[in-house]
């Protein structure tokens, strides 16, 4: 199938970044590896190599792999990435952040993502053309916090039809300060999505409840099903202020991966404590979830070594 305007654009970019990773010919006293034949004879994409002029040849080589061999679209570029840096890093002219940074957007635009080229440890090893920021997830003053413990807890005497609206409010002020750069609520056609939030390269779907009665399995499962129909790399966080039923969280572990992870009013009153930051609590669950599948773990057992 052709490949559209906009992929053939976000092509001919992400040539135009790959182009001084490696050169054209492999040097004659060099390993032979470490160029763009040397690359595509070790993936088997040596007859995609025209040779040449070395711009069109690699934007030849990108759309026929695409085309024709879709499932090494991303090995090619990983691998020319991973000899790239040996080879710039020799000659004094490293691969930079920016460059994969700026890369990684483009390969997203084909619906790739590269987990590799995202992992934190390998974009912080590489030199920057600009200061990184680096915020600290505790570095609030008191009294905003104390302002938000308050606001949290003045909701509990709001009318139950204002609750919802004044919830999601509360928590997209929450995530504006953690830096957690929140999307509003926001819908797609046959279903509505609370908001989203980010957490370095993670994407977090949210779904935010205020019920007298706690989340049963239904509600996880309608949930799961709208992060699970976006894409691969999506996440959700369940925030109910009453909780999850044990026999919804036991029933809905059983037999199925997950993909999100759940909070409720008892951890955001630890995380306003400081108890532990938001960012550390999402992670800290996240983690906890790949490892044994669970959906919901407290902030108070994650803290307390539990």
């Given at each position: 199938?052709?490949?559209s305007?906009k992929?053939t ?10 182009y001084?990773?490696?050169?054209g ?9 470490i ?6 004879n070790?993936?088997?994409?040596s007859?995609f ?9 690699i934007?030849?080589?990108l759309?026929?792999t695409?085309?024709?061999?879709r499932?090494?679209?991303c090995?090619l570029i990983?691998e020319?990435v991973?000899?790239?840096i040996a080879y ?5 002219e ?6 994969i ?7 997203m635009?084909l ?5 590799e080229?995202?992992d934190?440890?390998?974009l ?16 609030f003053?008191?009294?905003t916090i104390e302002?938000?413990k308050?606001?949290?807890?003045n ?11 004044a919830?999601e ?10 830096n ?9 056609v ?9 957490i370095?390269t993670?994407i ?5 409840k205020?019920?007298?009665?706690q989340?049963d399995?239904?509600?996880l499962l309608?949930?799961h099903?709208?992060v699970?129909?976006?894409?691969k790399w999506?996440r959700g966080?369940?925030?109910s202020y009453?909780?999850f039923?044990?026999?919804g ?14 909070l409720?009013?008892q ?8 108890e532990?930051s938001?960012?550390?609590?999402i992670?800290r669950?996240?983690?906890r979830a790949?490892?044994t ?14």
């Amino acid at each position: 199938m052709p490949s559209s305007l906009k992929e053939t654009q976000a092509i001919c970019e992400i040539a135009e970044i790959l182009y001084r990773f490696l050169p054209g010919k492999p040097h004659p006293y060099a390993d032979a590896d470490i160029s763009f034949p040397g690359v595509t004879n070790k993936l088997g994409l040596s007859k995609f190599w025209i040779g040449g002029s070395k711009k069109p040849a690699i934007i030849q080589l990108l759309q026929s792999t695409l085309d024709h061999r879709r499932g090494q679209f991303c090995n090619l570029i990983v691998e020319v990435v991973r000899m790239g840096i040996a080879y710039l890093s020799n000659k004094g002219e490293p691969i930079t952040r920016d460059e994969i940074v700026k890369l990684n957007q483009l390969i997203m635009q084909l619906s790739f993502k590269i987990p590799e080229l995202w992992d934190p440890a390998v974009l912080d090893s590489l030199p920057s053309s600009k200061p990184i920021e680096k915020k600290e997830s505790n570095s609030f003053d008191k009294k905003t916090i104390e302002d938000l413990k308050q606001e949290l807890i003045n909701l509990t005497s709001l009318e139950a039809h204002k609750r919802g609206f004044a919830f999601e409010k509360f928590l997209n002020e929450m995530f504006t300060v953690y830096n957690l750069e929140p999307r509003g609520s926001f819908r797609i056609v046959g279903e509505q999505i609370d908001g989203s939030i980010q957490i370095g390269t993670d994407i977090y779907l949210v779904e935010a409840k205020w019920h007298d009665k706690q989340i049963d399995q239904s509600e996880l499962l309608i949930f799961h099903g709208k992060v699970e129909g976006k894409s691969k790399w999506s996440r959700g966080l369940f925030i109910s202020y009453s909780g999850f039923t044990h026999d919804g969280l036991t029933a809905y572990s059983r037999g199925r991966p997950t993909d999100i992870i759940g909070l409720d009013s008892q951890d955001l009153f630890y995380i306003l404590d400081g108890e532990m930051s938001l960012v550390e609590a999402i992670n800290r669950k996240a983690r906890r979830a790949a490892e044994t599948g669970d959906f919901f773990v407290s902030v108070y057992s994650l803290s307390h070594g539990g």
